[in-house]
């Protein structure tokens, strides 16, 4: 099956300073990535979605100039969490959408990013 | 608006004993929904897709367009099938709130 990559896996950052978080699909081309977040014990909350070429569009609550989106090409789409906070602490994951139209989400295995 | 909601948090059955995690959702359109699966330390990953009609690891689920529902069911669980499910709802994949599966020996 297809494979999504996150990077990385586990980050620590100081309060203020900003993360990048990448999301790549290794082995296929995908137009649209989606980006999460997971709170413990939790579901899955949309964040926005991201699309290759164009602005990423973001759920409602979710703030854009905080959670930067660049889907630059066709198999990279990053997150960058702008002045972290200890309340931006969570695990992020991505997924790709499957390009042959099923709707198939693959998944990345998540970033656990730790703001202290 | 589109909703996916899956009412039980935890749902703890024995081994052997039959398995329904329920689902129900909430779209004007036509659904496309999936079930997904997050097994113990490993990535979501898809397990059945209602159009393509297929049974996974033992798992059915059927649309019932009526009960806007999309429960998934296994007679038999298995140790192995202890998880976390999530049913989604394709329009952005809306994802309900997960249930917990716990299979006890």
């Given at each position: 099956g297809a494979v999504v990559s996150q990077h990385p896996s586990r980050v620590i950052c100081k309060s203020g300073t900003s993360v990048k978080i990448e999301c790549r699909s290794l082995d296929f081309q995908a137009t649209t990535m989606f980006w999460y977040r997971q709170f413990p014990k939790k579901s899955l909350m949309l964040m926005a979605t991201s699309n290759e070429g164009s602005k990423a569009t973001y759920e409602q609550g979710v703030e854009k100039d905080k959670f930067l989106i660049n889907h630059?090409?066709?198999?990279l789409s990053t997150l960058t969490v702008t002045s972290?906070?200890?309340?931006?602490?969570s695990f992020y994951i991505c997924s790709a959408l499957a390009g042959?139209?099923?709707g198939e989400l693959f998944f990345g295995e998540g970033s656990r990013l730790t703001v202290l | 608006a589109q909703r996916v909601t899956q009412p039980e948090k935890l749902l703890s059955v024995f081994k052997g004993a039959p398995v329904e995690l329920k689902c129900n959702y909430s779209y004007s359109g036509s659904p496309e929904l999936f079930w997904y699966v997050q097994y113990s330390r490993q990535r979501l990953q898809l397990l059945?897709?209602?159009?393509?009609?297929e049974s996974i690891k033992g798992f059915t689920a059927d649309l019932n367009k009526g009960e806007t529902s999309f429960h998934l069911k296994k007679p038999f669980a298995q140790e192995e099938d202890s998880a976390m499910y999530y049913c989604a709802l394709r329009y952005k994949l809306v994802f309900g709130a997960g249930t917990i599966l716990r299979v006890k020996s």
């Open positions: 630059a090409s066709l198999t972290a906070h200890p309340e931006d602490s042959d139209n099923t | 059945l897709r209602h159009i393509s009609r």
